[in-house]
């Protein structure tokens, strides 16, 4: 049986810094960003905002897609936010299950 997987991106503030990641539980791995359980770059820069997300039947399909979002200049994803959310509003609350 295959695993739905997510790509995500959470951020800071409108236009801030950046995190793009892959999970198959995208509403435990936002919670953990927003409690900062992640350590590294999203604690560093307190990453707690989730501003997108696509959803994938197959977990390697969501690995591939974040290979390449992460390839995408900053213009590009930032383009992406915008065209999926372009209040840049925090998102945890429709994907919590």
């Known amino acids: 049986m295959q695993k739905q997987g997510f790509v995500y991106v959470v951020t800071n503030k409108m236009l801030g810094t950046l995190y793009i990641g892959v999970t198959s539980n995208l509403s435990k791995r936002v ?33 591939n897609r974040e290979k390449q979002l992460k390839k995408y ?8 936010i915008n065209l999926f959310n372009p209040s840049w509003k925090d998102l945890y609350e429709s994907v919590i299950i």
């Open 73 to 80: 200049k900053r213009d590009k994803k930032i383009e992406l």
């Open 31 to 63: 919670y953990e960003h927003k409690r900062g359980f992640i350590d590294g770059f999203t604690q560093k820069y307190n990453l707690k905002k989730l501003v997108y997300y696509e959803i994938f039947d197959d977990i390697v399909d969501a690995i």
